[in-house]
């Protein structure tokens, strides 16, 4: 049986890894009487942890949020996992964390294992990164943002669009995705009734938040991949779909675009760019026999662009 402190330790472990436990089965983990579990809860409410408790068959014990901040345990993973993500924070594109990262990555180096430290410098020692370029998020405005989607708070804010000009959004905010070096926020736009996406650099919270709000469904299973397709048609507005007479294989690796076999020797390429004058370049340097499905108008600037390049003067 675990001496008193190893055990405390052990029940703050279980206690931090799941939301839920029944007095029986922290009982079972430990090896103790629930009788003992109770006493040990008592000693972590002496120590801060605000471990909240319910009667009766169905009750059972979950860890809380104090007014403190007490310890937190780590398992191994979990230590290593903190402190690549407090060294990569200190140059991150969050504004207004940098020193605090530093703060918390120092305390943390401070109590490591000497192998974990090891494992730490020695992926932090291989790995290059290049300067970060763009625009920076305040860190504030994600934590307010993330707080408003937990609580289904609507949120008021100045937003800055494409052109500069800025104007009063309000959005029922469902959860703040990542894409390379920027933030954004999926929300429900309340004015113009749809899913939007919003760069969270370009946001003025105004205080206080709107309403409480009842969610909606997503704009798809995986709102990650729904803001990688909206991004994609904001950035490329225009789409063209060809039939391309070679295997699907002969472009992978050479186009940005889509490409889907039909069979051994066909494929369907679909291309995206910001003007067909780009498209009629890119598909005509694949070096591939193809065939225009959409738009019609693209033969016309595949001909142009076939004659200039037979021209005599080239």
């Given amino acids: 049986m675990l001496d008193t402190s190893a055990r405390l330790l052990r029940l703050l472990s279980l206690l931090q890894a799941r939301r839920d436990w ?94 974990l430290r090891h494992r730490v410098n020695t992926l932090q020692r291989h790995t290059v990164r290049i300067n970060r370029e763009g625009p920076t998020v305040d860190a504030d405005v994600l934590t307010r943002v993330a707080a408003a989607c937990r609580d289904h708070e ?4 100045d937003y800055t669009g494409h052109q500069g000009e800025s104007a009063l959004r309000k959005a029922e905010p469902h959860s703040l995705v990542t ?22 650099d370009r946001i003025r919270l105004r205080t206080p938040n709107g309403p409480r709000f009842t969610p909606r469904e997503p704009p798809g299973p995986d709102v990650a991949a729904w803001l990688q397709h909206r991004l994609a048609h904001e950035m490329w507005p225009v789409e063209a779909r060809f039939r391309v007479h070679a295997p699907a ?18 494929c369907l390429l679909t291309l995206r760019g910001d003007d067909l004058h780009l498209i009629a370049m890119v598909v005509a340097f694949l070096d591939v026999d193809f065939e225009v499905l959409e738009p019609l108008e693209l033969k016309e600037r595949l001909r142009a662009l076939g004659e200039r390049l037979l021209s005599p003067r080239i």
Avoid: C, M
């Fill in 249 to 266: 294989g002969r472009l992978a690796g050479r186009t940005p675009g889509t490409v889907e076999p039909v069979d051994d020797r066909t």
């Fill in 22 to 115: 029944s007095s029986a089965d922290l009982a079972e983990r430990l090896g103790v009487a629930p009788r003992t579990v109770r006493r040990d809860v008592d000693r972590l409410r002496s120590l801060g942890y605000p471990v909240h408790s319910a009667p009766g068959v169905s009750g059972g014990y979950r860890l809380g949020a104090g007014a403190e901040l007490p310890p937190l345990l780590l398992d191994d993973e979990e230590a290593v996992a903190v402190a690549v993500g407090l060294r990569t924070a200190a140059n991150g594109t969050v504004t207004g964390i940098e020193e605090t990262s530093l703060r918390a990555l120092a305390k943390l180096e401070q109590v490591l294992p000497a192998r």
């Fill in 179 to 200: 894409k390379g070096n920027r933030w954004y926020l999926v929300g429900w736009d309340v004015d113009r009734r749809d899913w939007r996406t919003y760069r969270a």
């Fill in 154 to 157: 609507q949120l008021r804010f």
